[in-house]
């Protein structure tokens, strides 16, 4: 069984920094891109950033120069450094990842974290 376990999430002043973690878990043998994605009131799902496991990543227009993904591989683990928030950042941030088992490729996901920026 795969797991994601998201931590790091919180309260934040506008203009604070925020570093979420994820990490994969379970009886894998292999994973792929991972990203974090968020979900604001009211709003859809997201996709907020993506990272490969060569290092290439993917960002939203509206967290460019603000936030940064990156990845250990070796620990299977995922980070988002989140520096100048802004309130509309306020979003369940959910952590997910292409991860190879005995039973093929399935994309998981973590249970979400909150994040809160106050104005």
């Known amino acids: 069984q795969v797991q994601l376990v998201e931590s790091g999430g919180g309260l934040v002043q506008a203009g604070g920094s925020l570093r979420l973690s994820c990490a994969v878990s379970?009886?894998?043998?292999?994973?792929?891109?991972m990203g974090w994605h968020r979900q604001g009131p009211g709003n859809q799902r997201e996709l907020v950033a993506a990272i490969t496991s060569g290092g290439n990543t993917n960002y939203a227009d509206s967290v460019k120069g603000r936030f940064t993904i990156s990845r250990d591989n070796a620990r299977n683990t995922v980070y988002l450094q989140m520096n100048s928030l802004k309130p509309e950042d306020t979003a369940v941030y959910y952590c997910?990842?292409?991860?190879?088992?005995?039973?093929?490729?399935?994309?998981?996901w973590g249970q979400g974290t909150q994040v809160t920026v106050s104005s």
């Open positions: 379970g009886s894998i043998f292999s994973v792929g891109v």
């Open positions: 997910n990842a292409v991860v190879g088992t005995a039973h093929g490729a399935f994309a998981s």
